[in-house]
């Protein structure tokens, strides 16, 4: 039988603090993890997260929800799109 699960990202799990600017909230349920980004005003991923990652940019897929303002997404093949408050992505 299925189990109901909740954790309220006021409470995460794990909290990842990017370099400066932001930090990740991680909450797992049922062997899912699930963040909530916090993008501060001047985040950026050459600054905030490549010395962390060791990457040039993000290896991993995102699927969200941008709950308020907004942020400029880059594509490794150039395209940009802007993500903002009320926008689903992928």
Same mark, same amino acid.
């Given at each position: ?10 409470? $995460? ?9 932001? @930090?990740?909230? #991680?909450?797992?349920? %049922?062997?899912?993890? =699930? ?15 490549? $010395? ?9 897929? @995102?699927?969200? #929800?941008?709950?308020? %303002?907004?942020?400029? =997404? ?17």
């Amino acid at each position: 039988m299925a189990t109901l699960e909740k954790q309220n990202f006021d409470a $995460p799990h794990e909290t990842r603090p990017f370099a400066a600017n932001g @930090h990740m909230d #991680v909450i797992t349920l %049922g062997g899912f993890s =699930v963040g909530r980004g916090v993008f501060e005003p001047g985040w950026k991923w050459s600054v905030d997260v490549k $010395p962390i990652a060791g990457t040039d940019s993000c290896m991993s897929r @995102h699927t969200g #929800v941008c709950v308020a %303002g907004s942020m400029v =997404v880059r594509n490794y093949d150039g395209t940009e799109v802007t993500v903002s408050a009320g926008d689903a992505f992928v």
